[in-house]
């Protein structure tokens, strides 16, 4: 199993961290290693000093596809969950500027929340008007809506299944809001779809 993120997927967030709007989908993939165990605590490596969370909507692959074309993507995923993909911004940032891969600070050890429970597709009137959210303690921090989305989830997978068979059980991150932030010490983070709690993880 692999998980495949997509980068800069929301214009807000793409303002924020004064990056340049894509041409096409950014991607980069955390390895299985990289999921938080449930119930485990999120407890921060020592290799970097600024860990910020992410929240991004998770799509669960269901089958086998390659060449996936846009109009068949939605065979592709019968549900959908949630999940922080937790970057090392300062080591981000040196690697950027040498123009160096980003994996020791995307898909290190413990570096994808996923929630335990995903929720059907067909809960979901329409997957372009999706709203979830993150709470870091008491404060909602994050805010996403998918009508927001650069690239629509039938345009991702089939964008992705160009470069990478995409497999059963594989988690696609579809990218974040705007409101990334820092990740401290005993925080504890909760994630919402449609205000149904999906996660809740302790920071030690
Ligand atoms: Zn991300």
């Given at each position: 199993?692999?998980?495949i ?59 086998l ?9 939605h065979?592709?995923?019968?549900e ?33 929340v ?18 979830f ?5 008491d ?24 470069y ?41």
């Amino acid at each position: 199993m692999k998980i495949i993120c997509v980068g800069r997927n929301y214009a807000e967030h793409i303002k924020e961290l004064q990056n340049e709007k894509p041409a096409e989908p950014l991607l980069f993939i955390k390895p299985d290693s990289a999921v938080l165990p449930n119930k485990n605590p999120l407890v921060l490596p020592d290799f970097a000093q600024d860990f910020h969370f992410e929240v991004e909507l998770v799509i669960k692959i269901n089958k086998l596809g390659k060449y996936i074309e846009t109009q068949f993507a939605h065979r592709y995923y019968d549900e959908i969950g949630l999940g922080i993909d937790i970057t090392a911004r300062d080591l981000q940032a040196r690697l950027k500027a040498k123009g160096l891969p980003w994996e020791k600070a995307k898909a290190f050890d413990n570096s994808a929340v996923v929630s335990r429970e995903f929720i059907s597709k067909t809960d979901f009137p329409d997957l372009q008007n999706i709203r979830f959210s993150l709470k870091k303690n008491d404060t909602i921090v994050q805010q996403g809506h998918t009508a927001k989305m650069l690239w629509q989830i039938d345009e991702l997978i089939s964008y992705i299944s160009r470069y990478f068979t995409l497999k059963k059980g594989d988690l696609i991150f579809t990218g974040t809001p705007s409101g990334v932030g820092k990740i401290q010490l005993n925080d504890v983070f909760t994630g919402y779809i449609e205000g149904k709690e999906m996660f809740r993880i302790k920071v030690k």
